[in-house]
């Protein structure tokens, strides 16, 4: 007998769509909020179970999907907060190594968060398991033998805002405001967080920055503004004729310094100045 009662049927969609959205956006079930009180979205008896896509990827927005009858419908969602703690990818060993793509960054609600949960991930990267680990499992300070030391001279129990990134940064790249969010810390704060006001063109990643991970300046350096090998345009003036021309630059430089570059039609050699990132005029 197909279902007819719609208190049932959007609850059992609820569960749904939040269990689907806390795989997606790597959360938990419990902190994703779904939308479906509206008396005037009714649910069909669908005969086969409902499918969830995320067709947006906004993390706002899920599709309910019935396939037969042939139905669809969008569900507002909404993500709340919880706590970022860092979870592992894989099981491992007893003994293993933790490098950085052992772990990723997921969110749980406060009261799931387990004790001597691992808040900078500093701390035990290349340590070894005291005991294996199921992915998925919470990283705990206790799985590497590290034990609280509550009051400690090289611990600051705080709150503070830093930068995070949004995806995986590869070592080498120059960074990019897109690629990277305002999230607030709390616990044992590292003391190098990169500032909140900050050029971010400037800067190019020293190691892999993995998502989630707080801005650091022991992650990053200076970035030269053009670099060696890179073909840029340049405005060259030939008395009352004005032309734009490519060059390639022969040197890594900054901001203001002079360096030789290569007329790439001409062949000719020139002298020009860096006066921006990626930008250089004839001197």
Request: aromatic content about 4%.
């Amino acid at each position: 007998m197909l279902r007819s009662d719609q208190d049932t049927l959007k609850r059992e969609a609820s569960d749904l769509i939040a269990t689907a959205a806390a795989t997606t956006f790597d959360t938990a079930p419990d902190l994703v909020e779904v939308r479906l009180g509206d008396r005037r979205l009714v649910l069909p008896d669908c005969e086969a179970p409902f499918s969830v896509s995320f067709p947006f990827n906004d993390r706002a927005t899920a599709q309910l999907n019935c396939s037969q009858p042939i139905w669809k419908a969008f569900v507002q969602i909404r993500l709340t907060a919880g706590t970022a703690i860092f979870v592992y990818q894989n099981a491992l060993t007893k003994g293993h190594t933790l490098l950085r793509s052992d772990v990723k960054r997921t969110y749980r609600s406060a009261e799931t968060v387990p004790d001597k949960s691992v808040q900078i991930l500093e701390d035990v990267l290349d340590k070894p398991l005291l005991a294996p680990v199921n992915a998925g499992e919470p990283v705990r300070e206790d799985h590497f033998g590290i034990k609280a030391s509550p009051g400690g001279a090289d611990e600051r129990i705080a709150t503070q805002f830093a930068w995070t990134a949004t995806v995986l940064i590869p070592r080498g790249n120059r960074l990019s405001q897109d690629t990277f969010q305002k999230e607030i810390l709390k616990g044992r704060i590292p003391t190098d967080l990169i500032p909140q006001e900050i050029d971010f063109q400037m800067l190019e990643s020293t190691r892999n920055i993995m998502p989630g991970e707080p801005l650091r300046q022991s992650a990053v350096k200076l970035a030269p503004a053009v670099r060696k090998g890179q073909e840029l345009p340049i405005i060259i003036v030939n008395g009352a004729l004005t032309v734009t021309n490519t060059v390639r630059v022969l040197q890594d430089a900054a901001v203001g310094d002079a360096i030789d570059a290569i007329n790439i039609e001409s062949g000719r050699r020139l002298k020009v100045k860096v006066v921006g990132i990626g930008q250089v005029e004839l001197m």
